[in-house]
C-alpha cells in the first residue's frame, strides 16, 4: 500500500509541474505576441500616414515631407543581388562537400564546429571583420562590392547549415539505388540530391537573406553612408540600405522624420514578409514533387 501511494504521489506531482510548465510557457507565449503586436500597431499608426508613392520614389531629404527612401530601397536590392551571387554558390558548394565529399576526420569535425560557431557570432564582429578586411587590406572603399561581401560572410554559415540538414534528410536508399544502377557520385549530386533537397536549400537561402536585408550593425561599422541622394552606378559606389536610412530619422529630434523611419520600417516588414511568404509557397511547391 505504502508503494501504491507513493507512485500515485509522484504521478501528481509529474502532473501538476507538467501544468505548471505548460501555464508558463504559454505566459511568456502571449506575452511576447503582446509586445510584437504593441510595437507593429505602434510602427503602423505612425508610419502608415507616411506610406505614398512620393515616399517611395523620392531621395532622402533635410526636409521630412519631401524625404523618401528610393536611394535606400534600390540599395538594398543591388545588396541582396551581390550577397546571392558571392553567397550562394559558395554555401551550397560547401554544405555538398561536406555532406558528401568530405572525409569523417578531425579536419572535418574541425570545419563543421567552426561553422556551428561562425552561425552565432555578433553581426557587429562580421562589420568589423568587413571593415579591416575588404575596405582597408583589399582597398575596396565602402562600397557596395565591400558591403555585399561582408554579409556574404554574416549569412555563409546559415545557408551552409540549412543546406546540409537539406542534403542529410535524403534518405540513403536513393543513393544506393543510383549506385546500383551505376551512376557515379557526381551524377548522384546533380540528379538527384540536388534536386530533392532544393526545397529545403532555397528555404534557408531565402531565411538567410531575410537576415542579411535587416541588418544595420555591419553596414555602420563598415562605414555605408546614412545620407545618398543617388543611386548607385557600380559595384564601387557608395551606398545606402533600408536599415540604416531607418536608423538616420529615429536618431533626429524632429517628430516628422521619426514618422520617415516608422514607414521605412514599415517597408522593411513588409519586404521580410514577402520573403518569407515566399520561401514558404516556393518549399510546398517543390515538397510535393518528391513524396517517399
Given at each position: 500500500m505504502t508503494t501504491i501511494a507513493l507512485s500515485s504521489l509522484g504521478r501528481t506531482r509529474r502532473h501538476w509541474g507538467e501544468t505548471i510548465f505548460k501555464l508558463c510557457a504559454i505566459s511568456l507565449i502571449t506575452l511576447a505576441l503582446l509586445l510584437l503586436a504593441a510595437l507593429l500597431i505602434n510602427v503602423t499608426m505612425d508610419g502608415l500616414p507616411r506610406l505614398s508613392w512620393q515616399f517611395l520614389t523620392s531621395f532622402p531629404s533635410r526636409f521630412a515631407e519631401k524625404a523618401g527612401i528610393y536611394s535606400a530601397l534600390v540599395g538594398s536590392a543591388y545588396l541582396m543581388v551581390l550577397i546571392g551571387i558571392f553567397s550562394i554558390p559558395l554555401g551550397i558548394g560547401a554544405a555538398i562537400y561536406l555532406e558528401e565529399y568530405a572525409p569523417n576526420n578531425r579536419f572535418t569535425r574541425f570545419i563543421e564546429l567552426n561553422i556551428a560557431n561562425l552561425a552565432g557570432v555578433p553581426s557587429v564582429i562580421y562589420g568589423i571583420l568587413g571593415l579591416e578586411l575588404f575596405v582597408r587590406i583589399a582597398n575596396f572603399e565602402r562600397s557596395l562590392l565591400s558591403g555585399a561581401l561582408t554579409m556574404s560572410l554574416l549569412i555563409l554559415p546559415v545557408i551552409i547549415i540549412a543546406s546540409r540538414e537539406a542534403?542529410?534528410?535524403?534518405?540513403?536508399?536513393?543513393?544506393?539505388?543510383?549506385?546500383?544502377?551505376?551512376?557515379?557520385?557526381?551524377?548522384?549530386?546533380?540528379?538527384?540530391?540536388?534536386?530533392?533537397?532544393?526545397?529545403?536549400?532555397?528555404?534557408?537561402?531565402?531565411?538567410?537573406?531575410?537576415?542579411?536585408?535587416?541588418?544595420?550593425?555591419?553596414?555602420?561599422?563598415?562605414?555605408?553612408?546614412?545620407?545618398?541622394?543617388?543611386?548607385?552606378?557600380?559595384?564601387?559606389?557608395?551606398?545606402?540600405?533600408?536599415?540604416?536610412?531607418?536608423?538616420?530619422?529615429?536618431?533626429?529630434?524632429?517628430?516628422?522624420?521619426?514618422?520617415?523611419?516608422?514607414?521605412?520600417?514599415?517597408?522593411?516588414?513588409?519586404?521580410?514578409?514577402?520573403?518569407?511568404?515566399?520561401?514558404?509557397?516556393?518549399?510546398?511547391?517543390?515538397?510535393?514533387?518528391?513524396?517517399?
Amino acid at each position: 500500500m505504502t508503494t501504491i501511494a507513493l507512485s500515485s504521489l509522484g504521478r501528481t506531482r509529474r502532473h501538476w509541474g507538467e501544468t505548471i510548465f505548460k501555464l508558463c510557457a504559454i505566459s511568456l507565449i502571449t506575452l511576447a505576441l503582446l509586445l510584437l503586436a504593441a510595437l507593429l500597431i505602434n510602427v503602423t499608426m505612425d508610419g502608415l500616414p507616411r506610406l505614398s508613392w512620393q515616399f517611395l520614389t523620392s531621395f532622402p531629404s533635410r526636409f521630412a515631407e519631401k524625404a523618401g527612401i528610393y536611394s535606400a530601397l534600390v540599395g538594398s536590392a543591388y545588396l541582396m543581388v551581390l550577397i546571392g551571387i558571392f553567397s550562394i554558390p559558395l554555401g551550397i558548394g560547401a554544405a555538398i562537400y561536406l555532406e558528401e565529399y568530405a572525409p569523417n576526420n578531425r579536419f572535418t569535425r574541425f570545419i563543421e564546429l567552426n561553422i556551428a560557431n561562425l552561425a552565432g557570432v555578433p553581426s557587429v564582429i562580421y562589420g568589423i571583420l568587413g571593415l579591416e578586411l575588404f575596405v582597408r587590406i583589399a582597398n575596396f572603399e565602402r562600397s557596395l562590392l565591400s558591403g555585399a561581401l561582408t554579409m556574404s560572410l554574416l549569412i555563409l554559415p546559415v545557408i551552409i547549415i540549412a543546406s546540409r540538414e537539406a542534403v542529410k534528410s535524403i534518405p540513403g536508399s536513393i543513393r544506393e539505388a543510383a549506385l546500383a544502377l551505376g551512376a557515379t557520385k557526381s551524377q548522384i549530386v546533380f540528379t538527384q540530391i540536388i534536386p530533392i533537397a532544393f526545397p529545403g536549400i532555397l528555404t534557408g537561402c531565402i531565411l538567410a537573406f531575410s537576415r542579411a536585408i535587416g541588418e544595420a550593425a555591419p553596414l555602420i561599422t563598415l562605414g555605408a553612408l546614412t545620407y545618398i541622394p543617388f543611386l548607385p552606378d557600380g559595384v564601387f559606389s557608395p551606398f545606402t540600405v533600408l536599415p540604416i536610412q531607418a536608423f538616420n530619422w529615429v536618431s533626429r529630434p524632429q517628430d516628422s522624420f521619426h514618422q520617415n523611419a516608422a514607414a521605412a520600417i514599415l517597408v522593411l516588414l513588409i519586404v521580410l514578409l514577402l520573403l518569407n511568404s515566399a520561401a514558404i509557397w516556393l518549399r510546398y511547391k517543390f515538397q510535393r514533387r518528391f513524396n517517399w
